[in-house]
Each structure stands twice: as structure tokens, then as C-alpha cells.
């Protein structure tokens, strides 16, 4: 038997005083409610109750027994009411990873919005640039970038990470606009790499042929972010995604290069675990991010993070 259905039973017995009452209330012969009472005897080796013809006591270990029964069943309930409020309230934790550069300066001022929306959820960001594994780690939404290899995820596509070549007007009023990209081997162009400075970067043409540009310049960083702060600073051209200096080109911090030349670009996705009864706190994101950073839209379209839109509640 079920030992729960069995600790249950024998509550109700102690509580409702004998065994035909606490049968009533459960909805099931005296009999059955005997043969719990008897199961859980013989699981613990111990008698529960003292049992007469006309009436039946706790023995010491069915008090003690008793006890903990109403504690454990007591938590048990608690928990599956947590867990139905959950599918109808958005609650809980919501653990996220995605790539340090895109959650540093695009999601992580972007939650501040979910987090205003969704008042009983709390988010754990987690930033890395591995490929993280979501069930294994315990994750319940990832941003990935680059193309996808095939798994029982689900994955909805956002924005593509497309580049984009720009400057500072600072460095373009003290070095010159280059008008081709031929042009840039004679410019300080801001390098990413971990070992040694990028030598050249990629442009393509209308049939999505590549061609490899040499480029000049003397910084190399690691890190996008502080890549990004040296061009603010006026120190170089700088080929970054899109997403990540939209704001500054909107504002004219930065100034786009090559504006007629076709950039290279990776897929960008939203994936999580299939699920036909996926928690509220998971579909609320799903929506947020989706608001936010849809696939088909223009970067000098979308919104500050203090204007993005409000999401469907499913």
C-alpha cells in the first residue's frame, strides 16, 4: 500500500476516533482502513493503537508516530499547494544563463522590467560563455548564440547578432572617415582576441560571398565591454554586434561605418525545456524576451530598456 495513503488513514483514525468515522471521512470501508493501520504496524514492527471492542488508544510509539504524520502530511500539502499556485501565479526562482557580453549590457538592464512585472519572481542571471547545460545545471532559460545543435529544447528565435563597423566622432574628426573597408589597414582598428590581435575582419557581398579585409590598429582586448568603452573613448573603429552599441548609435556616441556593406551575423535563441505545463515564471519570461528582442526587428526600432512594452500574461 501507498504509505502516505496509509499515514493519512491512520490521522483520520486518531483524529475522528475510531475506525468507521475516519472511514466516512476518507470515503472507503472500515475494513480498508484496518488493512492501512495493519501495513503500517507491520512496516514499523510496532503497534500504533491499542484496540478494543468498543474503542482503540495510542501506544507510545503511535503517539510519537502520530506526531510526525501530521508534520509530514502537514508539509506535503503545503507543497502541492505551492506547486498548483505556481502554474497559475508567476512565483518562484527563475535561473537564466546567457553570454557575458549580450546579459551584461543587454539582459541585465532588461530584467529590471520582467522583475517590476512579475513581483513574486526572483532571477538568477547567471553569465558564461560556455554552452551551458540546462537540465543538468539546472537552468530553466538560456540565450544562445550561434547556430543550434539538435536536442529536445525548445528554442524561439530572437534579433540575429548581426556586426557592425563604427567609431567615435572624436576619432573620426581627428583620423578621417574611412569610406571602404580597403581602408582600414591605415586606421586604429580596436582588436578582440585572448592570445594575439585580430589581423583582419569579414565583409560580404549581395551573394553572401566573404572577403577578408586587413585591418591596422595596436589595442586588443578580450572582454566586448570594455572593447565598446575604448571606442566611446575615441581609441579606435570597432566591429561589435549590433545589439550591443544600439544605444550608442542611436544617440550618436557611436558612428556607423560601411553602411552600404553586408556584416556578418549569428542566429540568437531563447531556448528552455519542453514542457506542455511550464511554470507561469518560465512563460512570462519567454514573452518578455520575445517583447523585447523579436526576430524580425530593427535595431534602431527597438526599445530602451526603460521602454519596453508590457508581455501577455501566457
Not at 78 to 89: D, G, L, S
Not at 90 to 95: C, D, E
Not at 248 to 262: A, K
Amino acid at each position: 500500500m501507498d504509505r502516505f495513503t496509509s499515514m493519512s488513514v491512520f490521522v483520520r483514525v486518531v483524529d475522528n476516533g475510531g475506525f468507521a468515522a475516519a472511514a466516512d471521512v476518507a470515503g472507503i470501508s472500515a475494513a480498508m482502513v484496518g488493512n492501512h493501520i495493519r501495513a503500517l504496524e507491520a512496516h514499523l514492527g510496532a503497534r500504533l493503537l491499542n484496540r478494543t471492542t468498543r474503542q482503540q488508544s495510542l501506544t507510545e510509539v503511535g503517539r510519537a508516530y502520530y506526531e510526525q504524520c501530521v508534520s509530514i502530511l502537514s508539509q506535503m500539502d503545503m507543497a502541492e499547494t505551492e506547486a498548483r499556485e505556481m502554474m497559475v501565479v508567476a512565483r518562484g526562482v527563475l535561473r537564466v544563463t546567457a553570454p557575458v557580453s549580450f546579459g551584461s549590457q543587454c539582459l541585465a538592464p532588461a530584467i529590471s522590467q520582467f522583475l517590476e512585472r512579475t513581483p513574486n519572481v526572483q532571477v538568477e542571471l547567471t553569465l558564461s560563455d560556455r554552452v551551458v547545460e540546462l537540465v543538468n545545471e539546472g537552468f530553466d532559460v538560456a540565450v544562445r548564440i550561434g547556430h543550434l545543435p539538435a536536442s529536445n529544447l525548445i528554442a524561439r528565435q530572437l534579433v540575429p547578432y548581426r556586426m557592425v563597423v563604427c567609431a567615435a566622432p572624436s576619432y573620426l574628426a581627428r583620423r578621417g572617415i574611412p569610406r571602404h573597408p580597403d581602408e582600414l589597414i591605415e586606421h586604429e582598428c580596436l582588436s578582440f582576441g585572448f592570445h594575439r590581435r585580430t589581423s583582419e575582419w569579414r565583409f560580404y557581398d549581395a551573394d553572401g560571398e566573404g572577403r577578408a579585409v586587413q585591418i591596422g590598429g595596436r589595442l586588443t582586448v578580450n572582454h566586448g565591454p570594455a572593447l565598446r568603452m575604448a571606442a566611446l573613448a575615441g581609441a579606435g573603429i570597432l566591429m561589435q554586434p549590433e545589439l550591443l552599441v544600439a544605444d550608442d548609435l542611436r544617440n550618436g556616441s557611436l558612428v556607423r561605418l560601411f553602411e552600404n556593406e553586408r556584416m556578418p551575423k549569428r542566429p540568437m535563441h531563447l531556448v528552455y525545456q519542453r514542457d506542455s505545463r511550464m511554470p507561469l515564471k518560465v512563460r512570462h519570461f519567454v514573452n518578455f524576451v520575445l517583447e523585447t528582442w523579436p526576430p524580425e526587428a530593427r535595431l534602431d526600432e527597438l526599445p530602451l530598456p526603460s521602454d519596453v512594452l508590457d508581455f501577455p500574461a501566457a
